[in-house]
């Protein structure tokens, strides 16, 4: 640890990027390089399920390879490649939209980082001992009979992750309560805070769950206990319950920071004041709250008593209220403005669109009635890719355009940025949409076999999905030449308003300066403000700072 | 938590500190200790949920416990806290001596209870794995035990520490109260613990 020392200034070097460095924008790129490599290896796995579902029969992997490969796809995009990206964009962000020059326990902050690799090399090397085969739920008894070491080395991925996310949390906690600059209330802080408070709050009180469910587990597999072996005496169901309290909030876990993005990048590219910034902040936190009572809708075919379905089903389907408030002032704030369709705004329509079905499915699903009829089927795949992947990862795409000039100090290029995202809307669609269709007429999940009269439409899907692994290609090349022979950025070159804007790109060492000062709101776009000199629009006064080299 | 007024000065000031300064942050690590033990408070709670469905729904769960040991134990985990609090206050006062003391004999109480659970555990009658009550039984006071072990470190590392002198003062002394906050902690989890486990 002698070397550890809290960041000191000085220029930044590459190799930087390869130790234990207490910079939190260092440990931002690390986040997000570590958990685009992780989306890669996902990404492998889910083409070679695809490519196995283009046929009824199991031709291209065994069955218990194929189950292998739906499990570890499921937790790597879950564990190693949403939750730590956002985790990469909060890192990067947070301290400087506040003002700060650094986050509030820099040690703390790159001990979480350098979990994730440990973390990873644990869940993959389970591959060497036979990989889980029980998907990322691991449900019991089913988890207690598939090959002991590789699940209990998945247990092990995910106590190293949960903890390394709860030692994020509160260092975002603590960063954004005690460090924002003195003029900096609450209610003129960024979105995105908001968004990482409410995100940080979940973590805190649900990830914790999810170790008691994995340590009792573990008990059964190495230790001979009962506690969720029915042959045993014990109860698989207290396992489902522990594990969706953590579960249910993890979607909210990883798709609350990417809304955070999208209230900073609609703004931007609109040149609009962000509609309704009260409601956007405080329905996040309502998201967070009502996150932690709707678990047991996961559990409507576990034999759960009718009360408890009837609770469930309200509670779940009032989380469309601060979510639609959301989706409609993000709305309203595109409406009317200035639109520049650059990739990271077409991103966010993507988001917007995309996210907007996977809700409506989710409301559809928290109907008891419905969900017994398509548990288990590819309407809930459908539905969870259109939250996770048309919500979380359409609006990390969106986050790294808008943000790619602040941390390169370069500009990516915006041609092959828009084939990126045609290509991804394309192939996202046409993966994920007729999966809703599949699930309806009762294809089951998780199973190599299926029946012979849905391969056509899976064809679609297997397609699909390859024009998808095929849109990482274009965004490489936007980032890549972007960083060989982009124009330099400037230190705003998208006229924002938020703090990380009013720094060099990239930040030096330390951030700013001198402290920032607040001349405007956060989303004061477009309105007139009054500044010493008279009142000058705010339009004129960010070109004036854009012009600072 | 002083009023708001006074906090976002406070802030102010540090802030100020801070911009000329990198080691002069103002200390947020008991803020960041704090959310911690909410954190660790959760781990507990899915145990004691899962003991407390189990306890409901599992016909003749519960199994008598031998009381006389852990009562006595109890007395001197809850009574260890007010000892340690002693230290704090010491220090509080710059008597370090006083800290020496006063943690020492939390050190010693928390090793005395540390030793009558292993006692308990040798005179059990039943095993891990005979029943679903003693699974849980070993496990949920196991997990604790594992706690008192690092809050029972966490005193020694401070006794450790403070034989440098000046490393504790009355304006420098963090390590003391995150220890007593830990320990406070572990003290706390137990009476739930025991009254849910041995005497509900």
Known sequence: MSDATIHHAGDRKWTDYFTFCTDHKVIGIQYLVTSFFFYFVGGVMAEMVRTELATPDPDFVSPEVYNQLFTMHGTIMIFLWIVPAGAAFANYLIPLMIGADDMAFPRLNAVAFWMQPVGGILLISSFFVGAPQSGWTSYPPLSLISGKWG???????????????????????????????????????????????????????????????????????????????????????????????????????????????????????????IFGYRAIAYSGLAISFLGLIVWAHHMFTSGTPGWLRMFFMATTMLVAVPTGIKIFSWCATLWGGKLQLNSALLFAIGFLSSFLIGGLTGVMLAAAPFDIHVHDTYFVVGHFHYVLFGGSVFALFSG?????????????????????????????????????????????????????????????????????????????????????KGEAAGRNPWRALTLEWQTTSPPQIENFEEMPVLWAGPYDYGIDSESEDGDEDVEDMLTEVANVA | MQSSATTNTAIAAGYQEAATEHHGHPDYRMFGLVMFLIAESMIFMGLFAAFVIYKVTIPDFTKELELLIPTVNSIILVSSSFVMHKGQSAIKNDDVKGLQLWFGITALMGAIFLGGQVFEYAHMEFGLTEHMFGSCFYVLTGFHGLHVTAGLLFTLAVLWRSREANHYSSSNHFGVEAAELYWHFVDVVWLVLFVLVYLL
């Open chain 1, 400 to 484: 790294v355009y808008h943000w790619y000039p602040k941390m390169t100090g370069k500009m990516y290029d915006e041609t092959w940025g828009k084939i990126h995202f045609v290509m991804t809307f394309i192939g996202f669609n046409l993966t994920f949409l007729p999966m809703h269709y599949l699930g309806m007429q009762g294809m089951n999940r998780r199973v190599a076999l299926y029946d012979p009269q849905y391969q056509s439409v899976n064809q679609i899907c297997t397609i699909g999905s390859y024009i998808l692994a095929v849109s990482t290609l274009p965004f490489l090349v936007s980032m890549a030449l972007g960083f060989i």
């Open chain 1, 151 to 273: 699940e209990e080395l998945w247990i092990l991925c995910l106590l190293i992750l949960g903890t390394a996310s709860i030692l994020g949390a509160i260092n975002f906690v603590t960063t954004i309560f005690k460090m924002r600059i003195p003029d900096m209330d609450i209610h003129s802080m960024p979105l995105f805070c908001w968004a990482m408070l409410a995100t940080s709050a979940l973590i805190l009180l649900s990830t914790p769950v999810l170790a008691a469910a994995l340590i009792l587990l573990s008990f059964d597999l190495m230790a001979g206990t009962a506690f969720f072996n029915p042959t045993g005496g014990g109860d698989p169901i207290v396992y489902q319950h522990l594990f969706w309290f953590y579960s249910h909030p993890a979607v909210y876990i990883m798709v609350l920071p990417f809304f955070g993005v999208i209230s900073e990048v609609l703004p931007v590219h609109s040149r609009k004041p």
